[in-house]
């Protein structure tokens, strides 16, 4: 079965100081793709960043960067000069192969920024 | 802005009752999804549609159905609502049937008192 692991409840960031958020996953699958969210105290499911399992290299989109370490099944997002709008819980997805398209989260991390 | 609008925004009913959870997807997108947020499950899959189809099913108790109409927007009904139905109910959208990104709406937050 398909699961998401996320070991940080919670961290804490200064401002403009970069952070890891960890994510281990495991899959059966040879083809899956893996994701981040990022949910502000407002609710909503923000689409951060994805990363295929044959991608080469690792995804990036402006401030975020996935860590990519297919033999150690981790897929970490790296926040580059934090800001205080990145304050927010962060969920790890998968997305697996065989017919089904439906997302498994992570319990998520609560990163909070500090000036 | 995901262009995914979800109706109405917070809900509160008692138990027993029955809910129309409402979701229009990005404009061109053919798959809806619907999630549901609570404290103790987390974030859980429950239905997927695909072009006005059924394609997969996740968590989803009987008591919960779902349908995507042809102009494409899904609905999510809940019926004899516990208080354990309580929670974020989310819908995302994507181009296909297994398209990478999946976008989500705001969410309806239902409370069951």
């Known amino acids: 079965a398909q699961k998401i692991t996320q070991t940080q409840p919670g961290m804490f960031v200064q401002e403009k100081e970069a952070v890891t958020l960890d994510c281990t996953y495991d899959t059966s699958d040879p083809s899956y793709g893996l994701f981040w969210y990022k949910q502000p105290s407002s609710g909503e499911m923000i689409f951060l960043i994805y990363q295929g399992s044959y991608d080469q290299q690792n995804a990036t989109e402006g401030r975020y960067s996935l860590n990519f370490q297919k033999a150690r099944k981790s897929a970490n997002l790296v926040i580059s000069a934090s800001q205080l709008g990145d304050s927010a819980m962060y969920f790890c997805?998968?997305?697996?192969?065989?017919?089904?398209?439906?997302?498994?989260f992570g319990t998520g991390t609560r990163l909070q920024v500090f000036p | 802005d995901s262009g995914v609008t979800q109706t109405p925004k917070h809900l509160i009913t008692a138990t027993g009752q029955r809910v129309t959870l409402r979701c229009s997807p990005r404009s061109g997108d053919l798959s809806v999804y619907w999630y549901q947020q609570s404290l103790d499950q987390g974030l859980q899959f429950l239905i997927q549609y695909y072009n006005g189809e059924e394609r997969a099913k996740g968590n989803i108790l009987e008591r919960f159905s779902a349908q995507q109409f042809p102009d494409l927007h899904s609905e999510l009904n809940l019926s004899s609502l516990e208080l354990g139905d309580s929670a974020l109910y989310f819908c995302?959208?994507?181009?296909?049937?297994?398209?990478?990104?999946?976008?989500f709406g705001p969410g309806t937050r239902l409370t069951v008192t």
């Open positions: 997805a998968m997305r697996g192969a065989r017919n089904t398209d439906k997302l498994i």
């Open positions: 995302a959208s994507s181009v296909g049937a297994s398209t990478y990104e999946q976008y």
